[in-house]
């Protein structure tokens, strides 16, 4: 399993953004089928809703899909600063915003209650003592 130096190297230094992630969804076409097509079927009942925490936005391949369908606040919580940078720049709003974690905890939304809590392609990167 990936180590806490390997996340944040990989992440915010050697990783090509350059298609936002989009390489990822390849198997179905592209990101809005994959969405469409398998996560929304699995996420319906819950969406829309008023409070969404996305762990793990990467470059935001799904905080695109989510933001339209959280109807409150929509905060993404990364290790790594250059997808909190990126996803600042394209999708900051009035009801949304991103913070960069210390990869352990989620101190930044510490108290605050979410209606869905989201990450997809991202905790298979993270050890056990993160996860606990
Ligand atoms: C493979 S990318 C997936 C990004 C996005 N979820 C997607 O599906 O396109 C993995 C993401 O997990 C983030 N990440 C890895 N370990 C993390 C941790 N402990 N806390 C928060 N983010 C983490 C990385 O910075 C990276 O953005």
Known sequence: MPTYDWNIKTWGETYNWRQE???WSSAWGNSETQWFGTLLPRL???LPCENVLEIAPGFGRWTKFLLPL???RYVGVDIS?????HCNEKYKSDNSSFFQNDGFSLKQV???????IFSFDSLVHAEINILN
């Open 21 to 23: 992630g989009e390489e």
């Open 44 to 46: 319906h009942r819950f």
């Open 70 to 72: 959280t109807i409150g």
């Open 81 to 85: 600063e250059s997808c909190i940078v």
């Open 110 to 116: 510490w108290g605050q209650k979410y209606d869905l």
